[in-house]
């Protein structure tokens, strides 16, 4: 069965500074993992997706995630946070030919100027 | 572009009502799903579609049915509506389980 742990109900970082939101992952095959983003009182839109390519993947906004098998992570980063970074974000996994998307129970980030 | 439409935006409903949550989809898409959100739980799932005629259970389908009589609409409906239903739902279409999920806006459902 798969599972997505994020680590870190809230995160606070200020202005500049770098975003480091973390995820993990259980899977008993190969994952596609996700990255999501929900602004206040609207609907999660994608940020960025890892579908077994490259182990790093660049989303928008400046974000990026890296995925270790190793570690079974898919930590979300963001050299320099801005003011407009402040929202909810979610990690979530899907296994190839199950149709099921599991999330994370999502990560606040605050940004502080 | 449309993507997935949800109404209504926000409901209060008494406890024992009944009453349905519309989404719409112009994606094309086959899978669609609907999730609750609550504080410090996530998205969890609450049913699912493959396709027209095809639907199954999520995490949490208790109180909750589903149709998909075609592919463009799925259909949430509350039998009889009780204060732990109070939540955000939310609907998600994706061309099939391993791609982008594409969410509506949400409706707030308040039952009291």
């Known amino acids: 069965a798969q599972s997505v742990t994020q680590l870190g109900s809230h995160v606070s970082v200020s202005e500049g500074a770098l975003v480091l939101l973390r995820c993990n992952y259980s899977?008993?095959?190969?994952?596609?993992l996700f990255w999501y983003v929900q602004y206040p009182n609207q609907g999660l839109q994608l940020l960025l997706k890892y579908t077994s390519a490259a182990t790093l993947v660049k989303g928008i906004n400046g974000f990026e995630a890296e995925f270790k098998k190793s570690e079974t992570s898919f930590h979300l980063t963001k050299p320099s946070a801005h003011m407009s970074d402040a929202a909810e974000y979610f990690c979530a996994v899907s296994e190839k030919g199950y149709q099921k998307v599991t999330f994370g129970t999502g990560t606040k980030l605050q940004v502080i100027p | 572009n449309a993507g997935v439409t949800q109404t209504p935006k926000f409901q209060v409903l008494k406890t024992g009502q009944s009453m349905t949550l519309q989404c719409a989809q112009d994606m094309n898409h086959e899978y669609m799903s609907w999730y609750r959100q609550d504080p410090g739980m996530g998205l969890r799932l609450i049913h699912y579609s493959v396709g027209a005629g095809i639907t199954d259970q999520g995490e949490v389908p208790n109180g909750y049915n589903v149709s998909r009589s075609t592919t463009e609409d799925f259909p949430l409906r509350l039998l009889s509506a009780a204060p732990s239903q109070t939540s955000v739902y939310f609907c998600?279409?994706?061309?099939?389980?391993?791609?982008?999920?594409?969410f509506g806006q949400g409706t707030r459902l308040t039952v009291v």
């Open positions: 899977s008993s095959v190969p994952p596609y």
């Open positions: 998600a279409s994706t061309r099939d389980g391993n791609t982008e999920a594409f």
